[in-house]
């Protein structure tokens, strides 16, 4: 993460807090499986953690040893994954899809409209704090939205703009070609 953030930082890039990049990382490791999702560390975990404003935690009852059996082991050095992590945001589509860590996977934006019925039953507090009498919703019209995996109403990239991400992306895709140099 050290490495991702003083590639941040010199990219001169703003709009994204230090979380919001942390939680594109944890994505990314997600979709090769070297990292769990959050809904599987609540499944390997089972007891209960405590609910916070209404937002489930994770209380963390399982030895990491065991957890180490549900993840890939990652092999690549430092260099191999930032090259792999650049890779996959150059060419995100960011228009369509929302990174889903609670998940682990892609949620297409128009899963958010309406109602939340579209989404997946481990979003069912976010829907029922839809149906409150001060709903709290999901920005989803946002030029990238990273969900935040335990208040899942927030969308923690909710002010990053266009130029912002277009920038983003077009570093990411230069980085990836500077690493593979």
């Known amino acids: 993460m050290l490495y991702l953030k003083e590639w941040y930082f010199a990219t001169n890039i703003s709009g994204l807090s230090s979380y919001a990049l942390t939680m594109l990382m944890i994505f990314y490791l997600q979709t090769t499986g070297y990292l769990l999702s959050v809904r ?3 499944l390997i975990n089972a007891e209960k953690g405590a609910v916070i ?3 489930e935690t ?3 009852t399982t030895s990491l040893q065991k957890m180490r059996e549900f993840v890939n082991k990652c092999d690549y050095n430092v260099d191999q994954l930032m090259y792999n992590f650049f890779e996959y945001y150059a060419k995100f589509d960011f228009d369509k899809w929302v990174i889903c860590p609670l998940m682990g996977y892609l949620v297409a934006k128009t899963q958010f409209n309406g109602n939340g019925i ?3 039953p481990e979003m069912a507090k976010y829907v029922q704090k839809l149906n409150a009498t001060d709903p709290e919703y999901f920005r989803n019209l946002t030029p ?3 969900q935040d995996p335990f208040d899942l109403s927030h969308n923690l990239t ?3 703009s266009k130029d912002m991400l277009k920038k983003f992306q ?3 895709g230069l980085s990836k070609n500077h690493l593979s140099a």
């Open 58 to 60: 994770i209380k963390y």
């Open 53 to 55: 404003h209404g937002w």
């Open 40 to 42: 599987e560390l609540r």
């Open 158 to 160: 909710k002010a990053f």
């Open 170 to 172: 077009t570093y990411c």
């Open 144 to 146: 990238m939205c990273v």
């Open 118 to 120: 579209a989404l997946p």
